[in-house]
């Protein structure tokens, strides 16, 4: 079985430009999640997906951030404009019923210079 | 809102030494307790789990045991090998509450000395 997919694995730009990020779940996990990851800390939830409706986006920056998951499968996470506090790993993971273990991709590294 | 806590890294350990992590959360209703392991350079992995009081989750020699009368999911190995090496999560998640998702503590780094 194919595992959670993300992509790029590395972005490096510069601050007030966009960014967007890819993922690919397991085949038929109906709940996706986005987290961001600061170094040194443990991640934290940035939206929830149950198919193609959000669930819960409430520590989602909404002025910069945004996400999308038009068909109930893959996932953008788009960030425009970028700021230097932004940089962090990127951690997309999926679960079949959103009430069960969570399978994380290996994660996006931004860095904002 | 639900927390958690764990034990402040780094830890050094010998090989073969005895290992304990501690974590306690806060959270309302009878949360779903998960230790997840990040090998360096790698994504995240559930380790272990427990979904009810005093389950006893276990994986890889090692183990944890959740305790509803100290919310509490100590992470315990009767002896590391270098390739334990890695950082530790806690997470509780209260399906009930905030749909299924997991709050991660800071993280606990273990470094393992041959």
């Known amino acids: 079985e194919a595992g959670v997919a993300q992509s790029p694995r590395y972005k490096i730009i510069e601050k007030r430009q966009s960014v967007a990020f890819w993922c690919n779940p397991i085949?038929?996990?109906?709940?996706l999640y986005w987290y961001q990851q600061i170094l040194g800390q443990g991640p934290k939830l940035l939206i929830q997906?149950?198919?193609?409706?959000?669930?819960?986006d409430s520590q989602l920056p909404k002025d910069r951030f945004s996400a999308e998951r038009l068909k109930g499968v893959d996932s953008t996470l788009k960030i425009q404009p970028a700021k230097l506090e932004d940089s962090a790993v990127y951690l997309c993971?999926?679960?079949?019923?959103?009430?069960?273990?969570?399978?994380f991709g290996p994660g996006t590294r931004l860095t904002v210079t | 809102g639900d927390s958690v806590t764990q034990m402040e890294g780094p830890v050094t350990l010998s090989e073969e030494a005895f290992l304990t992590i501690n974590c306690t959360y806060t959270?309302?209703?009878?949360?779903?307790l998960f230790w997840y392991v990040q090998y360096p350079g790698e994504g995240l992995q559930l380790l272990l789990k427990?979904?009810?009081?005093?389950d006893k989750g276990s994986n890889k020699g090692f183990e944890a045991t959740y305790r509803k009368e100290t919310t509490s999911f100590h992470l315990e190995k009767g002896s590391v090998q270098v390739s334990d090496s890695a950082v530790y999560f806690c997470?509780?998640?209260?399906?009930?509450?905030?749909?299924?998702?997991?709050?991660f503590g800071k993280g606990t780094k273990l470094s393992v000395k041959p």
């Open positions: 993971a999926s679960s079949s019923t959103g009430a069960d273990e969570q399978y």
């Open positions: 085949s038929g996990h109906a709940t």
């Open positions: 997906f149950q198919n193609n409706g959000v669930v819960d």
């Open positions: 959270a309302t209703g009878y949360p779903s």
């Open positions: 427990a979904t009810k009081a005093d």
């Open positions: 997470a509780p998640a209260n399906y009930g509450g905030s749909q299924g998702n997991l709050i």
